[in-house]
Every structure is written in C-alpha cells, then in structure tokens.
C-alpha cells in the first residue's frame, strides 16, 4: 500500500516547509549532485562522472531509481520484499539528523527506546547516509539512558591485607553439594578453614539447613 510522500506528512514536530528541506538538501555537500540532476530531468551519472565525489554522494548515487521528487523535495521509495507495503522516507540532510533524533529518541515521544526500535521509527519518515551509524552513535551517548542503565564498569575496592592474631578469630565456610546420598543420608559438606592456622575441616551434612 503506497503512502502519501507530500512533505505535509511531516508533524508540527518537524515544522519544515517544502522550500526549507528543498534548501537544505542542496546545501547538504552529498545529497547536492543527485538533487541537481534530479530537477534538471537528467539521467544518473555515469560512474565516471561521480568518482570524484564523496563516498556519500556515491551511495546516494547506487540508490538513484529508488530516488524520486515531490513537489521539488528529494525521497527515497522503500517497498518491502513481497511488494505488500511502500514507504516513502524523506532524504535528510546531516544538518537536520540531529534534530530528528532528539524527536524520535530523547523526546517523550520517542522514549528513550534503544537502537534497533528509534531505527526502526526513524526508517518510518526518513533516511539519509549512514542513517544507521548516526543512531547507534546517539543511543550510546545518550546522557539520560546512562543514568539509567548505570556505569558500565563498576570501581572495585583495594585488595587489603587482614591480619589475625590468634586461632578461631576468624574463619572462612562454605558448602559443597549437592553429592551422592550417603549411607548416613548427607549429601552436602560444610568446609571450614581458619585464617590463622589454614587448618580445614570438612563435615557431612544431611542438607544445607543443618
């Protein structure tokens, strides 16, 4: 089913007229030699005229039948793979990524989902180069979502030294198990050892509430 590409699709959260996105796709340094040809009519480039530009410019151009205008403005087509659903995605400059991000990542709309659902609601509207990289990127950084998944390496304390003066003062246990039954019916053993001596003693127990 094929959607609507009029650049009205776009919410008051976007508030960017046709000639506002029109402008900056042709200030956008990748996006400027497939706009222009595009509103001149001509056929794609030739590999040979398009070397020289940027490695962008050049994935823009390995997409140029999927490249349409509406209403001057440069999208993208996506279909599915069985054909059942179209999307028309708006070619954004990188001058306005930023702003998109904030809206479908930071704001109260957007959540503070992770990569893979802002990318996904991101897909819904736009695409631009490296679309991918630019969310990953944001997701990381962002300052709201570190607070809440906490620091990723967490300060251990100093290794220190504990001196004891006498048996018994202090002892270290634990409990081994669970073991074969024996005849006596433990299936456990409570392992103590004192720091003093580093003397073990290992006793059966019949279940760990012994």
């Known amino acids: 089913m094929e959607t609507d590409i009029s650049v009205k699709v776009l919410t008051t959260e976007d508030a960017w007229s046709s000639s506002e996105v029109q402008k900056a796709q042709l200030e956008d340094p990748a996006i400027m030699p497939i706009m222009e040809r595009k509103l001149n009519s001509e056929d794609r480039s030739s590999w040979q005229e398009i070397a020289p530009e940027s490695p962008a410019t050049k994935r823009y151009w390995a997409l140029w039948d999927s490249l349409h205008l509406k209403d001057d403005v440069l999208y993208r087509k996506w279909e599915s793979d069985d054909g059942s659903s179209c999307r028309w995605q708006l070619i954004l400059p990188k001058s306005r990524s930023q ?112």
């Open 99 to 210: 702003e998109v991000l904030r809206v479908r990542h930071d704001s109260a709309s957007g959540g503070h989902f992770g990569v893979m659902k802002t990318l996904s609601k991101t897909r819904e509207r736009f695409y631009w180069d490296r679309l991918r990289a630019d969310v990953e990127k944001w997701c990381r950084e962002c300052h709201a979502c570190g607070t809440q998944k906490g620091p990723k390496t967490r300060t251990k304390g100093r290794l220190q030294r504990y001196n004891v003066g006498a048996p018994f003062k202090r002892m270290a246990l634990d409990i081994l198990g669970p073991l074969p039954v024996t005849t006596k019916g433990n299936r456990y053993v409570l392992v103590l050892m004192g720091y003093f001596t580093n003397w073990p003693e290992a006793i059966p127990i019949p279940d760990q509430e012994a």
